[in-house]
């Protein structure tokens, strides 16, 4: 997690306007607390979000500055574990996306030579090894090539020395890329922070590291230089805004018509060829395993169960337990789903599994990510940025890809219908779930059941629960309930049951709640408290997860609580 920046430029450039702006569109990777320095050595960091530091600081110039936007892991969350991370004469500065595994060891041996650490991070050895390798006489690049290889971890690094007008960046599993602008250079944890200024990048690969001032030149760890393509990029700017929402997570909710309705035609047109060699691996392949975690893993879980209406044996594992259940070879196919196309749990299981000669198809939002370009081929899910932690249009779309996918492979399904129906479960839902919210905005639990494609969605609402209103939820299997959750049922527990086709299992497992004085609030597309169009099962889920969206934004908006930045939470998940 965490959002570095950094930029070069031969020009003068607002530290507000430019540098604290472009980092807070990486805030989403982490909120904790913030930073920045520039080339004169100033530096200032702060504990919340980017807004609270760019409110309290005087603007100044410069022509070069890193920044950073913190998701904690080693230390608390305080002003002194906030990067950009200095040596004691505050000549060199640095920050960092990753874990360095061994830092214990190394923070030893700086401490034998005689160098004390103001923080609780990991990060903080990085300005005093420079330091202590630099007054051992050690030119920086060599101390890069030495680090590269002693330091074990994962990292995306910017790192400066003062008044010297040179970012030294180093790349190990941390997303890190280099955005060529007219008349700077942008480094970066993704391409969000620099996508106004310019659509030329180059991405980093595991470790190399590059020296950047007026121009850039790019090394292998060994210190050999290697010559890089600069990448075009297409990103659309108006994602950017909250519009009249008064939250992303509202606004993208909302945007779900339109971006179903765009990867729709794009299925038809432009990766028409990917969706068939997606039809055709699955043909082909042995074994078909999906790879995912939290909300796109419940995509990879519809995916599992359309297949095998199909006849067509998948499995789907939580990527962070991947190595304890599932074996690869080269007649398998892995087909990783993820919004960021970052999560670390799935990359890291990914290079594993490409050593095995496995084909690995993803299936991602984000374009250039690290899973998209570990993988054999990808299809994007063109939700556009989604900027609220949740992913809520990101979602959907990957469940259009799923069923997009079970109809190249004889499915029944017509896509062209969702956006629409999509948009009228909306408006004829936000206004019923408004008022709904307000009966269950102090509730401590609420169970959300559904069977077949609807379990799922029913996992998926309790996510949305948790992580958006902070309510403890349970989406559970509809027939699993009466083995030991029923226990928890009493009078006015909330349970949410997802019916599609008047499902009568479903209808009698509603039924066995209520009998248990539970509060049971109906979804379905025929009888029920919230009505869904009438559908197919598979499209029905897509429907019903409206609702869910609607009712955790509303929960969590009567109690006041952070919607886009929820507490705890990152939108990239780039550590194990
Ligand atoms: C979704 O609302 C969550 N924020 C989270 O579960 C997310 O889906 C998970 O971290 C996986 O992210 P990815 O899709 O970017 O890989």
Known sequence: MCGIIGIVSKKSFSVKNDLLKGLKKLEYRGYDSCGFATKEGAVEKSVGEIQLLIDSVKDSTTTLGIGHSRWATHGGVTKANAHPHFNKDKTLFAVHNGIIENYQELKQMLEKNGYGFMSETDSEVIPHYFDYYIKK??????????????????????????????????????????????????????????????????????NEFAII?????????????????????????????????????????HEQPAASRRLIESLKLMQKDALKSFAEAIKKSKRIFFLACGTSYHASLIGVYLLRKLGIEAHTVIASEFENFLAVDKDTLVVAISQSGETMDVVSVLKDIKKTGAKI???????????????????????????????????????????????????????????????????????????????????????????GISYPIAREI????????????????????????????????PVISLIPNHNE????????????????????????????????????????????????????????????????????????
């Open 462 to 493: 309790a996510l949305k629960l948790k992580e958006i209103s902070y309510v403890h939820a349970e989406g559970m299997m509809g027939g699993e309930l009466k083995h030991g959750t029923i226990a928890l049922i009493e009078k006015g527990t």
């Open 213 to 253: 001032s007026s121009d850039y030149h790019f090394y292998n760890g060994n210190g050999k230089e290697i010559k890089k393509k600069i990448q075009n990029f297409e990103w659309s700017r108006e994602e950017e805004t909250k519009k009249n929402f008064e939250h992303f997570m509202l606004k993208e909710v």
């Open 505 to 576: 299992d479903m209808i009698s497992n509603t039924k066995e709640v209520e009998a248990r004085g539970a509060r049971t609030i109906i979804v379905s597309d025929t009888n029920g408290d919230l009505i869904v169009p009438k559908s197919h099962d598979a499209e029905f889920s897509i429907y019903a997860c409206m609702i869910g969206h609607l009712l955790s934004y509303y929960i969590a908006k009567e109690n006041k609580l952070p919607i886009d930045k929820p507490r705890n939470l990152a939108k990239s998940v780039t550590v194990k």
């Open 137 to 206: 006489g050690l030119g920086i690049k060599d101390i890069m090539i030495k680090f590269m290889a002693e330091v074990k971890g994962t990292f995306a690094i910017l790192l400066f020395r003062k008044e010297d007008g040179r970012v030294y960046a180093m790349k190990r599993d941390s997303p890190l890329v280099l955005g060529v602008c007219d008349d700077c250079f942008v480094l970066a944890s993704d391409i969000y922070a620099f996508s106004d200024k310019t659509n030329k990048a180059l991405f980093f690969d595991d």
């Open 361 to 451: 198809i993803s299936i991602v939002n984000v374009p250039y990510s690290t899973i998209q370009r570990l993988s054999d081929f990808s299809i994007e899910v063109l939700a556009g940025q989604e900027i609220c932690v949740a992913a809520t249009k990101s979602f959907t779309n990957q469940i259009v890809v799923m069923l997009a996918i079970a109809k190249e492979l004889g499915f029944l399904i017509n896509l062209d219908e969702i956006p629409g129906k999509i948009k009228k479960a909306l408006e004829d839902n936000e206004e019923k779930v408004r008022k709904l919210a307000l009966g269950l905005k102090d509730k401590k639990d609420i169970f959300v059941l559904g069977r």
